[in-house]
């Protein structure tokens, strides 16, 4: 027997309590994004859209709906960081959140503390134990298919230096599971972690 099934026309309305795309397409890697302008100062913000899309050379990517600080930031320098959200960082993450002005250094806001990159000029989280130094390769607006612009930008950059604890990494290989990754879910406040009760194995077929 065929299930009920709810369907709809997302111009026309989800007829939901809450938008049910990003709880579908998720959980989702955050893109933990620290910036500095061309002034200096330092922005550090989250990202729910964001995740990795080719291996040589290594290029991650976040879309940012609106144009943020964090936009403006690498487009005047070119340069950004990806760090790790786990869940010891959890709830300073949510304070980068807040919707503050330019001016405000979201290190300083969350009790976070700045480190210095090897190659790019934007600082680390140091509490992070995993960085990303990244170069930025390409920063598009995003259109829907009528071809008209939406208030959406897609930004990607190269990873040009990879930092990561040592503690993480077990014969050579990341612990996924160990790191405590935390992923955003739907609704409105929803987060999930990776943890080895969730792990399962399956290879490629030969």
Not at 107 to 125: D, H, W, Y
Request: hydrophobic fraction near 40%; glycine fraction near 10%; aromatic fraction near 10%.
């Amino acid at each position: 027997m065929h299930e009920s099934t709810h369907s709809y026309v997302p111009e026309r309305g989800h007829g939901l309590k809450h938008d049910p795309f990003n709880a579908i397409v998720g959980p989702r890697p955050i893109g933990w994004i620290s910036t500095r302008n061309a002034s200096g100062h330092l922005n550090l913000a989250p990202y729910s859209f964001f995740n990795a899309f080719n291996y040589t050379p290594p290029i991650i990517g976040f879309s940012s709906i609106g144009y943020k600080d964090t936009v403006r930031n690498i487009e005047e320098t070119g340069e950004f960081v990806w760090n790790l959200v786990t869940r010891p960082l959890a709830e300073a993450m949510n304070q980068t959140c807040a919707a503050v002005g330019p001016d405000v250094n979201e290190f300083e806001l969350a009790g976070l503390t700045p480190l210095t990159s090897q190659v790019v000029t934007v600082p680390r989280v140091l509490e992070s134990p995993v960085t990303f130094e990244c170069r930025c390769t390409q920063v598009l607006q995003l259109q829907g298919v009528s071809g008209e612009k939406v208030p959406s930008w897609l930004v990607l950059g190269e990873v040009v230096a990879v930092h990561i604890a040592q503690r993480l990494l077990k014969d050579g290989v990341f612990d996924t599971a160990g790191a405590e990754i935390v992923l955003r879910g739907g609704g409105p406040a929803d987060y999930f972690t990776v943890g080895r009760e969730q792990l399962f194995h399956m290879f490629r077929p030969t």
